[in-house]
């Protein structure tokens, strides 16, 4: 670590870490330090994995952030978190990025555990402006009139409709929030609609911009990697002590050649060098996602900002007037596709699960309620990984078995998510198909079927019934085969269709002993309760062990490592089992 980067990062012994010895720098000094960041930023993402592109992009505008505002006593809130290495590196924690996004090490987004410089910890974009308000009104209404608020917002961000609430409330108030638009003409595709048009529009100098409509000050636009320009807008700015909107344009990948030059993305993310090179369940559903549309002229793709982490690329290349960009926005996308499906076409939405969340009332009330045929494919379901409590998957079972007339399914294996895909996209009604991150394992062949569930694995003893949810099946049939050994009868089944629960189920179960349901989501309110309840109903007083995540917010770490932690591995679910079993 160099001398400049040092005394930008590391506070003297004795005194509270803070970005304090940042504004003291001479300014002749920011230029060789920003180069040093990015340095790092490569050097640390290249190890680890994380969010490379997004902070390549902001290192002139955080240092400009650090000089002007005095964290933590000014809010700086991020939107979605993609863009706060720099700002972890600027507030003490540059030396802890050896360990980024590991298992105990530094989180992938600001942690409020790991510092009072970091308020916001969740990955979902478009919330920082509504953040910003409220703690600008309790600032106010606290008597702290000495505090700014800072909310650093992507233009991808800005496609989300929150946002724009937020603004509608911001625009009738006179409270010191600054705006920092980070515009790099991307979330992970290029910024979709109306607001994109209206950006680049101000980038070329063309037109008002509908901020001042609102009521807020804009000042802008702003070279984004021109620190002594960023400087002085966000003193300007701060110096006005209303709210103000300060437009840094800005180069998703900056400095680093092929983060400038990827097509894609501009390495938004960069995998863990040991991340698996296996095919994975996204491109396995991209590939089969042609096969659809051949087969059903109707079908329609729509996704929130993310068209090739969702496995769309290849469809909308394809076929190009039949995918839709709705931007960040969810609640959206879900209700549009409801749109769709009333006027003659099969929507087919594709989300990462932890965003499904985000258009609950809409998946409820706009699809349901009106039995559209409407696919959700949830990618990222259940553990996810090393990015954190805010992307894991864990709820999608939970809130979309309560869902009148919805089908969920939980392919095991990319056979069966071909097969779930073509059942699902041929249904009448709502139906959900939702797979795991990561690479695909080989494919786990069925003994038998019993309705619509795939028995795996059988024994001549029938102690146990192990119901298994998706990709969790081939531990399900290990733990089996390692039971055996120790003279313990059981039957491993796949409901495939795994809510409502299937009939056959229920008769598999009143075979046997005992029950145990293993599932990737939060035990309350997922497979295993909709089980429980479906033998109460048949009158069958089974003993019932439910294996899954606590409903709890699950740390970063990979999704084996997380795993195993609850048993839900091959050598878990055998011991829960052997404890389980009556003596």
Known sequence: MTDTLHRAVRAPAGRRTGPADLRDLPRGALDELARELRARLVEAVGRTGGHLGSNLGVVELTLALHRVFRSPHDRIVFDSGHQSYVHKMLTGRADAFVDLRRE?????????????????????????????????????????????????????????????????????????????????????????????????????????????????????????????????????????RRPVVVHCVTEKGRGHPPAEDDPVDHLHVVPAPSASRCPGWTSVFGRHLPVLADRHPDLVCLTAAMPHPTGLAAFAEAFPGRVLDTGVAEQHAVTCAAGLAMGG?????????????????????????????????????????????????????????????????????????????????????????????????????????????????????????????????????????????????????????????????????????VVVCVEDGVRGGGVGEAVAGALREAGLSRRLRILGLPDDFLPHGSRADILRMHDLDAAGIARTVARFLPG
Request: proline share 5%.
């Open 104 to 240: 105990g090490g530094l989180s992938g987004y600001p942690s409020r555990e790991e510092s009072p410089h970091d308020l916001v910890e969740n990955s979902h974009a478009s919330t920082a402006l509504s953040y910003a308000d409220g703690l600008a009104r309790a600032a106010r209404l606290r008597g702290e009139h000495d505090r700014h608020v800072v909310a650093v917002v992507g233009d991808g961000a800005l496609t989300g409709g929150m946002a724009w609430e937020a603004l509608n409330n911001l625009g009738g108030v006179d409270h010191p929030v600054v705006v920092v638009l980070n515009d790099n003409g991307r979330s992970y595709a290029p910024t979709a609609g109306a607001v994109g048009a209206h950006l680049a529009a101000l980038r070329a100098g063309a037109g008002g911009d509908v901020f001042s409509a609102f009521g807020l000050r804009y000042l802008g636009p702003v070279d984004g990697h021109d620190v002594v320009r960023v400087e002085e807008a966000l003193s300007v700015a701060k110096a006005l």
């Open 345 to 513: 076409l099969r929507p087919l939405v594709a989300l990462c699960s932890t965003f499904l969340t985000r258009a609950a009332d809409q998946v409820l009330m706009d699809v349901a309620l009106h039995r559209l045929p409407v696919t959700f494919v949830l990618d990222r379901a259940g553990v996810t990984g090393e990015d954190g409590p805010s992307d894991h998957g864990a709820w999608d079972l939970a809130l979309l078995r309560v869902v009148p007339g919805m089908r969920v399914a939980a392919p095991r294996d990319g056979a069966r998510l071909r097969e779930l895909l073509d059942e699902a996209v041929a249904d009448d009604g709502p139906t959900a198909v939702r797979f795991p991150a990561g690479a695909i394992g080989a494919d786990v062949p069925a003994v038998d079927r019993l309705g619509r569930v795939d028995v795996l694995h059988r024994s001549s003893r029938r102690d146990v019934l192990l119901v298994t949810v998706g990709g969790l099946a081939s531990d399900g049939v290990a733990a089996a085969v390692a039971l055996a050994g120790e003279g313990v009868g059981v039957t491993v089944c796949d409901p495939r269709w795994v809510a409502p629960v299937d009939p056959a189920v229920v008769a598999l179960a009143a075979e046997h002993r």
